[in-house]
């Protein structure tokens, strides 16, 4: 511990004590570990709520020993009953899209290694960060606590459409107190991401070090930013949709409520809402929000391939600039998930141009990621195997998407399986993927410890292998025009489809498995991986250049200088092929 | 760099950090004034959706206190710019007692104008439940108190940052943190601006 | 290991194709007039979609399987023509299958949703409720009595809250659990939504649409081969959304109009 007289100053002082080291803690390494605990703790939840809904679809009648513990009501002798699939589902999504996707490769990875990447020694406001943390924790308590009360959680999926949504408990099961929660918990989730955004965006634009100019910044540094700016206005849209919603529940105003609505034989008492109004605010959210669920993996994915080929991408700036106009056009395109939903019809096909031509962008950077591997000297790691797959995953996904964006094929598509399995593809699957490549690459980092290889690498051909078998045939039940969010398939042309669904179901629950042999890794690692040097990767962004793990200030007493960009690979540096960011010694020409 | 680093390089540094968070302040205040002004857009956006959407859209006569509340608003802002004036920094040396006391003056005009307001808008809000209309009376009263309460917590909230920043300057002197009074100073004006939208919005929509 | 992936990666692309280019899974027999527009857009699309999946995760096991692992100091080059090839080639490819599908395919949703139906279109209403689809045809007079949700009474049969005591001309109104429509004839349907929102699909006719409390929306369609079709909802309309669905009865005229005289006799 150095004298005070001898230390500049600085964002916050050093810590001491549990609580502040540990729990309330001002250091934006700490609150990115609480929001990855926080996300891993969220996608447990989730995938054992899909295990749930896979197990029921297969094997309906079959008693599930234990689950009336959790739900007297929704699962009497351990048997699902319909309206408490329809909870699972709800929940399932929710924790997914909001507490895993937004949490873990942004808020988690972003906020531990934005500030170090820019050579900061923290976020520009480390008492909001830590407010941030933990408003999203209450968020995420809030919505629990539906799972607990009497009634159960909501029925009306994530996407809680009116007039399901805002009635109240006439709408059925779960629509009393436990959609009042949802309202509550992700308003509340509202506030936290807010928070964390503009953390982001203020640092990155005011706590660079010397050199370090916009364009030197890693890409998924630059990823989280531009995400960043997504989120701030993203979720400044849900928030009063949600605001909206609350009220129409509990105060009798009618935003989204039209009149005569006769819902379980009661007269609604509203009148002159709009249903599509709710659909109009969700979607002008819920679109971006799939871009902040996918651009932080984007960046992770190609910052750790970079390190893995020895050589930069063709071009680190064509990725960044597509990357910020797939942000520009999320914003036009939200009306693509409402093509039948009778807005006008019209609109439809003003909605579909801008979302056909988001695959510009997005095939750019494929083309980018595959162009570059031409030529390189991959090594085969966990974190580049994930990576790799993540383009795997990432053109899986985009190209359904493709069918989806026009609006004459959505007739056909929409609300089938189709769409089920294109937003796995890219959300459930290829994000995550960015999420696991940059746990094994970063967790040294992190902890001072390795993570193990070989089990590493059986994850991933576990996982790659399984999410294969689970969402690829998706597409094939949606063609053939399997409805989604179903509890049951009862219709005559779904019983031939019952094998294919068995074959997904024991998919599932093999490849939710194997996840335990990431999450053992995690744990034993923690106390028996391989101790972790500075750069085991040999890697030039500014990470690489402190110890592992990082001392509380990051840089110590040093304040970096960055003399170059940050994928100087394939060049003789003074320590290999590659050269520090922070090296003084002179660039490749 | 060891910690036998020459004292000048030392203050530089901190100071350097210190510009640097100067610097986010007023970044973070101008981010956070996108967001909120985003989450209005998308409560105005709703009200023009709403409106279309069928007909049920009456008209409410907005109470005349409104107009003396948007007036002690915009003087609250004169008054936040004469205390700025009055604390500007003077280059190399400290500000003097008597600065001080002025701005530490104008701050307090400028609270109690701010919450004259917020006496104001709660005083509207009744006016208006005298004629009957509350919350869910109709699509119009809706958007009048959803607008007016969002706008209000929003000042609210302003209202505590120049409390803390009133406290510190009784407390530190002219030793202030700087960097909080400009980013309240940008947010409060904000407010008023943003109150003048809504006043035009409740005026000609509702 | 990566040898392994590029081999994994090419038995899962082919794998996934396979049930697709063997037609394993397609939709329904098109029963509709309009039907084959968004079929073919279909198949186009599909075909588009088969080579760019196939051939990016083909390329990448490719490129995988030849740039992995290397002997420590291999020679490391750039694809030829780098970044702006890359670049040209997504806008110019891409930007012709936007184009192409953008404009050109707007012609299968004009035929859906731009063309009014014809005057002489058959008019029948829908309306979807918590968990049953119910149809109404309007009747010798033409017209539809109007709907008092106040009077709904599923127990006593009054699924629209009809009042034939009050309004003439839902007198002679059928209300139906069935939709029975003669073949080669337009139908107008209009859609009325009871509670929360609700869909329609009928996978063989190629329409889907949305009810949407407080609106009144309507598709129209012609069918062109009698038998008999699921309707099933598609929009999450509570616990019973699973089992909401009712029956197209597609018909010859005659055998329709015996059905609507046995149906009128019902009421």
């Known amino acids: 511990m150095q004298e005070a007289s001898a230390q500049p100053a600085h964002v916050h002082a050093p810590p001491e004590g549990f609580i502040r080291k540990h729990v309330f803690s001002l250091d934006h390494k700490v609150i990115g570990k609480q929001y990855y605990a926080l996300g891993l703790l969220a996608v447990c939840m989730g995938m054992a709520l899909s295990w749930l809904m896979r197990f029921h679809l297969v094997w309906p009648t079959t008693r599930i020993p234990g689950l009336e513990l959790l739900s007297k009501a929704g699962a009497p002798g351990g048997i699902i009953t319909p309206e408490y699939y329809l909870s699972l589902l709800t929940m399932h999504g929710t924790l997914m899209v909001f507490f895993v996707l937004t949490n873990a490769p942004f808020a988690a990875f972003g906020n531990y290694f934005l500030p170090i990447q820019i050579g900061a020694e923290d976020m520009a406001f480390p008492r909001f960060n830590m407010m941030s943390f933990w408003t999203t924790f209450v968020a995420f308590l809030v919505l629990v606590l539906a799972f607990v009360i009497p009634d159960g959680p909501p029925i009306s999926g994530w996407t809680s459409y009116a007039p399901l949504s805002a009635v109240g408990q006439d709408a059925g099961p779960g629509m009393g107190w436990g959609m009042n929660l949802w309202g509550i918990s992700i308003a509340i989730f509202c506030i936290g991401s807010l928070l964390g955004a503009l953390n982001f965006i203020a640092t990155t634009l005011d706590l660079r070090a010397k050199g370090m100019t916009l364009m030197r910044m890693p890409i998924c540094t630059w990823a989280w930013f531009i995400t960043s700016c997504i989120a701030l206005l993203a979720f400044a849209v849900l928030l009063p949709a949600c605001i909206l919603l609350i009220l129409d529940r509990t105060a009798g105003t009618s935003f989204f409520i039209p009149s005569g609505l006769v819902v379980s034989d009661r007269l609604q008492p509203h009148s002159g809402g709009s249903p599509l109004l709710w659909q109009h605010l969700f979607w002008f959210f819920g679109h971006p929000e799939v871009y902040i669920a996918i651009l932080p993996s984007m960046g992770i994915v190609s910052h750790i391939l970079i390190n893995s080929m020895r050589k930069p991408l063709l071009s680190a700036r064509v990725i960044i600039y597509s990357m910020m106009s797939i942000g520009f056009l999320s914003w036009m395109v939200w009306g693509h998930h409402m093509f039948v939903s009778g807005m006008n019809p019209f609109s439809s096909l003003l909605f579909s141009f801008p979302t056909l031509t988001i695959t510009i962008p997005a095939t750019i950077m494929t083309m980018i990621w595959l162009g570059s591997l031409y030529g390189a000297n991959i090594r085969i790691t966990s974190a580049s195997l994930f990576a790799l797959g993540f383009i795997s995953m990432f053109v899986s996904g985009g190209v359904s998407g493709f069918f989806l964006a026009q609006p004459s094929i959505d007739i056909v598509l929409h609300a089938t399986y189709f769409v089920v399995g294109h937003f796995h593809m890219v959300m459930g699957v290829a994000s995550i993927f960015g999420v696991f490549a940059g746990t094994y690459f970063w967790y040294g980092k992190m902890t001072g410890r390795m993570m193990n290889e070989k089990l590493g690498q059986l994850h991933f051909w576990l996982t790659f292998i399984g999410t294969y078998c689970i969402f690829m045939p998706f597409h094939y039940l949606g063609l053939v025009g399997n409805i989604r969010r179903y509890s049951a398939f009862v219709n005559d042309f779904t019983g031939p489809l019952m094998p294919l669904h068995k074959f997904i179901t024991i998919a599932a629950l093999c490849t939710g498995a194997a996840q335990f042999i990431f999450i053992f890794n995690l744990i034993y690692s923690h106390f028996k991986g391989k101790p972790a040097s500075e750069n085991p990767w040999e890697g030039t962004t500014l990470e690489w250049s402190i110890p592992s793990p990082p001392p509380w200030n990051n840089f110590g007493d040093k304040h970096p200088i960055i003399y170059h960009d940050p994928y100087q690979y394939g060049v003789k540096g003074s320590k290999g092929d590659y050269i520090m960011q922070d090296s003084p010694e002179p660039s490749a020409s | ?206 | 290991m990566g040898k392994m992936f590029a081999i994994v990666l090419v038995i899962i692309a082919l794998a996934s194709a396979y049930p697709i280019a063997r037609h394993m899974y397609v939709p329904p027999e098109d029963i509709s007039t309009h039907g084959h527009a968004i079929d073919d857009q279909l198949s186009d699309t599909m075909a588009e979609a088969g080579f760019s999946f196939l051939g990016a995760q083909l390329v990448l096991a490719f490129f995988v399987w030849k740039f992995s692992e290397r002997k420590e100091g291999a020679k490391l080059k750039n694809f030829p023509g780098g970044a702006k090839l890359m670049v040209t080639v997504a806008f110019i490819i891409v930007g012709a299958e936007v184009f192409a599908l953008g404009v050109l395919g707007q012609k299968a949703w004009a035929n859906v949703y731009f063309t009014p139906p014809r005057p002489d279109a058959l008019q029948i209403q829908s309306q979807a409720g918590q968990f049953a689809f119910y149809f109404r045809y309007p009747g010798l007079d033409g017209k539809f009595g109007a709907i008092h949700p106040d009077k709904i009474d599923e127990g006593n049969q009054n699924f629209f809250g009809l009042d034939p005591a009050n309004d003439i001309e839902s007198r002679d109104d059928i209300v139906s659990g069935e939709l029975a429509i003669p073949v080669n004839r337009e139908i107008h349907l209009l859609m009325h939504a009871k509670d929360v929102g609700h869909s329609f699909y009928v996978r063989e006719l190629r329409i889907q649409q949305d009810y949407v409390p407080g609106l009144d929306l309507s598709v129209h369609f012609t069918a062109t081969k009698i038998g008999r079709y699921e309707i099933v909802c598609t929009q999450l309309c509570g616990l019973g959304h699973y089992n909401m669905k009712a029956y197209l009865n597609v018909m010859a005229q005659d055998d329709f109009e015996k059905w609507l005289k046995q149906k009128a006799s019902e009421q």
């Open chain 2, 1 to 206: 760099m060891s910690s036998a680093t020459y004292p000048s390089v030392r203050v530089a540094a901190s100071a350097k950090v210190r510009s640097a968070h100067a610097e986010a302040s007023r970044s973070g205040i101008w981010v956070g004034i996108c967001t909120i002004t985003m989450s209005f857009m998308a409560f105005i956006s709703a009200l023009y959706v709403r409106q279309g959407s069928s007909t049920d859209w009456t008209h409410i006569v907005l109470p005349r206190i409104l107009y003396f509340n948007t007036l002690a608003l915009l003087v609250s802002s004169v008054a936040l710019e004469l205390s700025r004036r009055a604390l500007a920094p003077v280059h190399g040396s400290e500000l003097d007692r008597g600065a001080v006391r002025r701005g530490l003056g104008c701050l307090t005009a400028t609270l109690a104008l701010g919450l004259f307001f917020v006496a104001g808008q709660y005083e509207a809000w009744r006016q208006l439940a005298a004629q009957g209309l509350y919350l869910a009376t109709n699509a119009n009263s809706s958007f009048y108190y959803v607008l007016t309460a969002m706008h209000g917590l929003h000042l609210l909230a302003g209202i505590g940052a120049l409390l803390l920043v009133i406290s510190r300057l009784v407390v530190a002197g002219n030793r202030f943190r700087r960097s909080t009074f400009e980013a309240t100073a940008i947010y409060w004006h904000f407010m008023g601006v943003l109150w003048l939208y809504l006043l035009l919005v409740l005026r000609t929509k509702l």
